[in-house]
């Protein structure tokens, strides 16, 4: 059924207590802190709105993370489902039937199938000497799934292939770099590489084992962007930009021009450098090269979606701003935005989130030449910090 209150967020708590704070025994893990609070899930409450759009998204309430699902609306929107996770969400992924997949950010050790209809969640905790990087997507017919990793032991990136209904990993292959990050399958072919092929993000940065995010030795960074085989994980391509200290880190793929976007992030030892920094690179199938520069953007992208009728939007929270680009990577304009930060799209709009809006403001635009809406804050207020990636739901 559906319903009619916009505060109707799930709860975790023990028996006996009040509020929504959950405290953590002595001699009870965290692992068993999650699935206790999975097993006590509220009746299925949820139902997608009769009219706008929803979206999946993962963020800060308080002292809570969460993922749920937002309804947009008009000029309005509220959460309509939501559930607490233990730590910061990064990556989302929506399966059809309406699982959500969320993934730990990294370094991250869980990974998580939530039904917002049932309320049902699957838990999976990655092997000690394993780390999720914060992204999951599924193959063609959803049987198996694909996790970004880091072996701890040799910092060397990872796509663990996972048994999709378990969510166990049958096998690993090299993503023949460091610190891989967001991975797609090409929706359709891209130069001489086939519709399926699976394009991973090697962000390059070196860190320490035992810290996981502490960066170290940035003059040995060597981000690349490759491409694999989906049925082995054999090599079929791999590119680098000419700027060492440009982190490969989100992808997106517009289909009006068969181009991949990616967004990149800056670490040069000079900051002024650093901050003229190109946000976006541009591959074809065959070359990858930076786009234009904009105005300066504090060299940081965020996220990345693209834009209807071809080109890209890039997030740029350090600047406050969203910029656009054309197909060629020609920079159209930027759009003034506090912390901006996760982008969605279709191929009639687009939507744009603020982490830190107490308001929950958002942007939604038709193309990058439509001057966008900004949303009302939700009814019965509340601070919610959107996390770094929403998506929209399975078709």
Known sequence: MAIDSPRAEERHQRPGTTGSAVFLD?????????????GMSCPPVWAAPAQGTTLLAAWQQQDEQRIGLLAVSGAHWSVQRSLAVPTRAHGLWSEPGGGLLAVARRPGDWLLRWHPRTGKTQWHWIDGDRRFNGHVIAGAGGATLWTTETDLDSAQGMLGVREAQSLEKTDEWATHGMDPHQLLALPQPAGDLPAGTLMVANGGIPTLP?????????????????????????????????DPHLSIRHLAWNPVSGTLGIALQAEHPDKTVQHAAPVLAVWDGRTLRTAE?????????????????????????????LALFNATGHCTGTIEHTEAYALAANRQQWWL???????????SGVSANTPPRRQAQRPGGGALQIDNHWVLPAV
């Open 293 to 321: 520069p904009p105005p300066a953007l504090a060299g940081y992208g965020g996220d990345v979606c693209a834009l209807p009728g071809g080109g890209f939007a890039v997030s740029c929270p350090r600047a406050h701003r």
């Open 210 to 242: 035992e810290t996981g995010r502490s960066k170290r030795a940035l003059n040995r960074m060597d981000s690349s962007l490759v491409a694999l085989d989906p049925a082995n994980g054999a090599l079929r391509g791999q590119w680098r930009l000419n």
């Open 26 to 38: 002595k001699g009870i893990s965290r692992r068993q802190l999650v699935l206790w609070a999975g």
């Open 353 to 363: 989130a603020s982490s830190r809006s107490k308001a929950g403001l958002l942007h």
